[in-house]
């Protein structure tokens, strides 16, 4: 494929530039740090816990009674691969934050297995993230982050946290697993803040 110009990617709109150092896969590579947890969807919960220690609890049950919403994105991993226009269905992050009280400017996000993440709440709100629990017209594969990932595309994809179980809320920023480990607290593809002094 050495002639396809550099510049094609194949997508609706050419002019949509790709994030620097990114380059365009087709598969959907799988980047787990341990092993995929086994989440029985009766046991399954979504909680957000905030500065004040309130928790707002979804059973799975609960969580599918939500309006989901359907959107394509375009999603960046660290480690240089883009993937474009990826189909999704979930509950947007402002749908599950309507009813919280917070005055907190940061969010740790956890997941079924131990994994963490950090970001600002911000980046939560605004019709940004979703707790994604279809792909591609089918139910998120396990491997993929089923039953239901978050993701937050405008960030690198290892803020998208997989098998997530919800997220506490905090005045003061706390690094996830990856962050702890020297990658960037924030994560812009666009500014390429993959590790720490990006
Ligand atoms: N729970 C959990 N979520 C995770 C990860 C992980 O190891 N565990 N890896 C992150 C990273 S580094 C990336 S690039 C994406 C990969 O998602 P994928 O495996 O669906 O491609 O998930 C992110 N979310
Ligand atoms: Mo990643």
Known sequence: M????RGFRGRRDQSVPLPPGQYVVKDFPVLSAGPTPRVQLDRWTFTITTEA????????????????????????CVT??????TSWEGV???????????SASFALVASYG????NLPLADLRGGTAWVAHRFEGAD??????????????????WKSA??????SLHAEDQAGFWETLGYHMYGDPWREQRYWGD
């Open 80 to 85: 240089k691969w883009s993937k474009l226009d």
């Open 162 to 167: 997989k098998w997530v179980r919800g997220f």
């Open 92 to 102: 947007s992050l402002d749908t599950l934050l309507a009813g919280v009280d917070t």
């Open 140 to 157: 998120l594969e396990p491997k993929h982050g089923g039953p239901a990932r978050l993701l937050v595309p405008h960030l690198y994809l």
């Open 53 to 76: 220690g309130a928790e707002h609890a979804w059973t799975w049950e609960q969580f599918r009674a939500l309006p989901t919403e359907r959107f394509t994105v375009d999603i960046h």
């Open 2 to 5: 050495a002639i396809v110009s």
């Open 114 to 117: 131990g994994y963490t993440t």
